[in-house]
């Protein structure tokens, strides 16, 4: 069976995204897709290769065309798209991040208390005959044992200089006080690294809480100049205002990871894509940090299993049997494979020894100090009442029990605070502190999904459990950042860079190394990509801007300083 992909629609109402097509999805079946995406008649689309050329026949093959993953069909169509058509309904907690963190999705069906698992379709209604491993089988597609990826693919990132300091200073002059995303675009090495050159900002509108990214005109062109230069998207840059949590290893919150994991995941299974994230410390420096969203993770929000917390949100209590478990002493093994001190690992052995609600085993009390002075001093209240009262000596017997037993309650006594504190002494000796699980750092296991979390059902997994550590250095590579960038414009309510920005580039870079150096800045060459009469001399532009030996002749030359005006 061929590997499907996605593509991209764009007509007058937009660009749609059609998903499931493949090499051998012909164009009759990539307008019926669009149909039932958008409610378009089949037999009123055009398609073609570009906005202004030729009809693509019915029977055209899409890998004989050259269609591949995240290309791009222009549609020409009668009328307008339906607004009620929508895609097919997608898995529960599916949607997009939008301003306040939230995330937007269809909800699972209403199938009632009878299904198999609530979101499903009642086992009796599907009209065949099971066995046991096709009921084995149906369980554990909707099963998930969650464990954290040994490391993670992109074994290391290095950034441009110049760039990172570009998006730097444009936040810091916010005071951090904002969010706000960039494609990293370079190229991957054979050893599994990203090389981060340039960094483009789609456009966006960007609050203290979220970054909600816009409907991208220009996203077609950046994909060609960055074909022309040899590179391609390799990460996810983004800022956030300041957090601070001295438990946590990554500060990274949960609609962060479903962002990262979509993006991700449009990389492919096992790609190096990676997500740098830039905040402030409390004293104000510049913190960095690099990290990929595991398979499992990426998978899991995918297939709508997890949605991310919203801000403030109540998490939900554990499934049935998860009480049993908490009773239970961690594996030793459990704490080993996570070593404190080494990225999300020192976050996630902060849990391990102790159960999800903050408690202990009884077992842990016994033989500590602190329990065996409680222990004294419930025998000797013991032997005191027996000489009063038999009943009384009764009652200081359960609560020797209890102070023995690490503050476990024996009959209808309850435990002594000696006993408390010797739980509380037992727990800070046995159990290592680490973050409690919250909202803004936990993701929602959705029906009719299951998560094992360390030997545990779980109806929240922390999001430190799907994060991978990258470790991210900073190099200077061939592009420069000093041309205005359009999305910042924008933003501010200024008019987008022209022909004067141009001139004055040119005049602060040319004089001293040449206009092929002062040609090297991408957000530059993204500018010339967009005027008309230079579209056909990209190719040349490039090829002088990653060769020295190849410079550009005087009449190229002229035809740029020809838009530099002011």
Request: proline residues 6%; glycine residues 10%; negative net charge.
């Amino acid at each position: 069976m061929a590997a499907t992909f996605l593509i991209r629609v764009r007509g007058k109402d937009g660009m749609w995204r059609v998903p499931g097509v493949s090499e051998a999805t012909t164009i009759a079946e990539v307008k019926t897709l669009v149909q039932d995406l958008k409610g378009v008649e089949a037999d009123t689309q055009t398609l073609s290769l570009d906005a202004k050329g030729d009809a693509l026949a019915d029977g055209d093959v899409l890998g004989d065309l050259g269609i591949g993953r995240g290309d791009i069909l222009f549609i020409r169509y009668d009328g307008t798209a339906a607004k009620a058509a929508a895609p097919a309904p997608a898995a529960p907690g599916a949607g997009v991040v939008i301003a306040g963190g939230e995330i937007v999705g269809s909800k699972a069906a209403d199938t009632g208390k009878a299904a198999f698992r609530p979101g499903m379709q009642a086992m009796r209604d599907i009209k065949r005959t099971w066995n046991w491993n096709e009921f084995m089988d149906l369980t554990r597609a909707h099963e998930f044992t969650v464990k954290q990826q040994a490391e993670a693919h992109c074994k290391k990132v290095s950034v441009d200089t110049e760039m990172m300091l570009s998006f730097v200073r444009y936040v810091q002059g916010k005071a951090f006080q904002t969010t706000r995303v960039a494609w990293l675009l370079g190229f991957f090495t054979e050893e599994g690294e990203a090389v981060a050159v340039a960094a483009y900002e789609p456009p966006q509108v960007a609050s203290v809480d979220a970054c909600e990214l816009l409907e991208d005109p220009r996203a077609e062109t950046v994909s060609a100049l960055a074909q022309l230069l040899g590179m391609e998207r390799v990460g996810m840059l983004y800022c956030h205002p300041p957090r601070h949590d001295p438990d946590r290893a990554f500060t990274v919150i949960a609609p962060e990871v479903v962002m990262a994991a979509r993006a991700q995941a449009e990389a492919g299974p096992g790609s190096p894509f990676v997500t740098v994230k830039v905040t402030a410390t409390e004293t104000g420096e510049v913190s960095t940090e690099a990290f990929q969203v595991s398979d499992q993770g990426c998978v899991m929000v995918d297939k709508g299993a997890v949605s991310a917390a919203k801000p403030g949100q109540e998490l939900p209590a554990a499934p049935a049997g998860a009480a049993d478990a908490e009773a239970s002493p961690p594996e030793p093994a459990a704490a080993a494979a996570a070593p404190a001190g080494t990225g999300v690992g020192r976050s996630i052995s902060g849990r391990v020894g102790r159960s999800m609600s903050g408690k202990v085993s009884s077992a842990a009390a016994p033989g500590t100090g602190a329990a065996a002075a409680a222990a004294e001093g419930g025998t000797g209240r013991k032997e005191e009442e027996e000489e009063e009262e038999e009943e009384d000596g009764d009652d200081g017997a359960g609560a020797a029990a209890a102070a023995g037993g690490g503050g476990a309650a024996s009959g209808a006594g309850a435990p002594s605070d000696a006993a408390s504190a010797a739980a509380g002494a037992a727990a800070g000796a046995e159990a290592p502190s680490g973050p409690a699980m919250d909202a803004a750092h936990s993701l929602i296991v959705n029906a009719p999904f299951h998560c094992i979390v360390e030997a545990k059902p779980a109806a929240a997994i922390d999001v430190s459990f799907v994060l991978a550590h990258v470790p991210i250095g900073q190099s200077t590579y061939f592009l420069h950042s000093a041309f205005p960038r359009a999305s910042r414009r924008a933003e501010a309510g200024e008019p987008a860079p022209g022909g004067g920005d141009l001139s004055r580039h040119l005049a602060a870079y040319s004089a001293p190394h040449g206009m092929e150096e002062a040609l090297r800045d991408f957000e530059l060459l993204l500018f010339l990509a967009e005027q008309p009469f230079l579209q056909g001399m990209m190719d040349t532009v490039a090829d002088a801007v990653l060769d020295p030996r190849a410079p550009l002749d005087e009449g190229h030359k002229e035809l740029i300083r020809a838009v530099a005006t002011d």
